[in-house]
C-alpha cells in the first residue's frame, strides 16, 4: 500500500495562498492522488484528483512533479472557513477486486485572521 | 441528487450490545466502504462492499461485519461492542470503474457512544 507522509501543522493568514506538501514515494503506476477536507465532525469532503502534471479546480489546484513520489495541494487566498484537515491519499489499484483508501493522520490548517 | 446518507446521526450503547448502522450510496454509485474516525485521528478503513460482497477489509476484528443490498445501500454491524468503538463511523461510495481513484463521497456519519 502507497503511504503519505504530511505535515502535521500548519498556520496561515486570510488572503494568503496555502501549499501542502505530501511525499509517496511508493506510489504505484496506475494510482491517482486525491486530496480531501474534513471539517470537525463531518465527512471528508473530495476537493481534488490528478494524476500527472497539474489540475486545477474551482476551489485548489494540484500540482505533481514527473516522478510522482510527492505532490502539493495548492489553496489561493485562503479564509477562516479553510480551517480544516486535509488529507492525501493515493488509490491502491493492485488488489484485485477492490482496493483500500488508506488516511494518514492529515495536515490540519489553521487560518487566522 | 441526493448524496450519501448514513443513519441513524448518533447512538449510544451499552458495552456488550450490538448495533447496525445504515448507509445509502449517492446516486449512480455501486460501491460502499465504511470508516472509523476515532476523535483526533483520520479515518480507519474497515470494509469496502461491491456487488453485495466484501471486497477489501481493514485491520478490524470479525465483530465488525457488513452486507449491500441489490440497491448499494448498506449495512456495517459491530457485535460485543467495547468502549474503544466509540467513534465517527463514516460511510463512502464511489463508482467501481476508474481504477486506481480514491475519489468517494462521504456521507455525514454515525457518532457511537459506548458506555
Known amino acids: 500500500l502507497a503511504k503519505t507522509t504530511q505535515p502535521i501543522s500548519m498556520d496561515s493568514y486570510e488572503g494568503q495562498e496555502v501549499n501542502i506538501t505530501c511525499s509517496h514515494n511508493?506510489?504505484?503506476?496506475?494510482?491517482?492522488i486525491t486530496w480531501y477536507q474534513q471539517f470537525p465532525s463531518q465527512g471528508p469532503r473530495f476537493i481534488i484528483q490528478?494524476?500527472?502534471t497539474k489540475v486545477t479546480n474551482e476551489v485548489a489546484s494540484l500540482f505533481i512533479p514527473a516522478d510522482r513520489k510527492s505532490s502539493t495541494l495548492s489553496l489561493p487566498r485562503v479564509s477562516l472557513s479553510d480551517t480544516a484537515v486535509y488529507y492525501c491519499?493515493?488509490?491502491?489499484?493492485?488488489?484485485?477486486?477492490?482496493?483500500?483508501?488508506?488516511f494518514g493522520a492529515g495536515t490540519r490548517l489553521f487560518v487566522k485572521a | 441528487d441526493a448524496g450519501v446518507t448514513q443513519s441513524p446521526t448518533h447512538l449510544i450503547k451499552t458495552r456488550g450490545q450490538q448495533v447496525t448502522l445504515r448507509c445509502s450510496p449517492k446516486?449512480?454509485?455501486?460501491?460502499v466502504s465504511w470508516y472509523q474516525q476515532a476523535l483526533g485521528q483520520g479515518p480507519q478503513f474497515i470494509f469496502q462492499y461491491y456487488e453485495e460482497e466484501e471486497r477489501q477489509r481493514g485491520n478490524f476484528p470479525d465483530r465488525f461485519s457488513g452486507h449491500q443490498f441489490p440497491n448499494y445501500s448498506s449495512e456495517l454491524n459491530v457485535n460485543a461492542l467495547l468502549l474503544g468503538d466509540s467513534a465517527l463511523y463514516l460511510c463512502a461510495s464511489k463508482v467501481k470503474a476508474l481504477a486506481g481513484s480514491s475519489e468517494q463521497y462521504f456521507g455525514p456519519g454515525t457518532r457511537l457512544t459506548v458506555t
Open positions: 491519499l493515493v488509490g491502491d489499484s493492485r488488489n484485485t477486486g477492490g482496493f483500500k483508501t488508506i
Open positions: 511508493n506510489i504505484a503506476t496506475n494510482d491517482y
Open positions: 446516486s449512480g454509485h455501486d460501491t
Open positions: 490528478g494524476y500527472k
